[in-house]
């Protein structure tokens, strides 16, 4: 009879967050405790190079790859919400 014991049940902790995860999360904390949603966009790329700088200088085993991914999805989280309004062409305008 061989063992089949699955991971679950291997008495083994459970993995937690790898450590781009980890970054990933670090970044989005860090943009929403300093107000950086509300900078322009020459301030926010000046902040995101200093916060990738300490990232990076943290998470030492992060490859560049890694990190430009991480400093990607800190981009996008910090672009605006774009609101969904009708396109013209749907819109009828009544003329009298």
Same mark, same amino acid.
């Given at each position: 009879?061989?063992?089949?014991?699955?991971?679950?049940?291997?008495?083994?902790?459970?993995?937690?967050?790898?450590?781009?995860?980890? =970054?990933? /999360? %670090? *970044?989005?904390?860090?943009?929403?405790?300093?107000?950086?949603?509300? =900078?322009? &966009?020459?301030?926010?790329? &000046?902040? $995101?190079?200093?916060? $990738?700088?300490?990232?990076? /200088?943290?998470?030492? /085993?992060?490859?560049?790859?890694? *990190?430009?991914?991480?400093?990607?999805?800190? %981009?996008?989280?910090?672009?605006? #919400? #774009?609101?969904?309004?009708?396109?013209? /062409?749907? #819109?009828?305008? &009544?003329?009298?």
């Amino acid at each position: 009879m061989s063992n089949t014991r699955s991971r679950k049940t291997s008495g083994r902790a459970p993995m937690g967050p790898s450590a781009q995860e980890q =970054a990933r /999360d %670090e *970044l989005f904390s860090h943009i929403l405790r300093c107000g950086v949603l509300e =900078a322009d &966009e020459v301030h926010q790329k &000046e902040w $995101m190079d200093d916060t $990738m700088q300490y990232l990076s /200088d943290r998470y030492t /085993d992060l490859t560049p790859e890694q *990190l430009a991914e991480v400093r990607v999805l800190g %981009e996008r989280y910090c672009q605006p #919400v #774009v609101p969904h309004t009708p396109q013209a /062409d749907t #819109v009828a305008v &009544e003329t009298a």
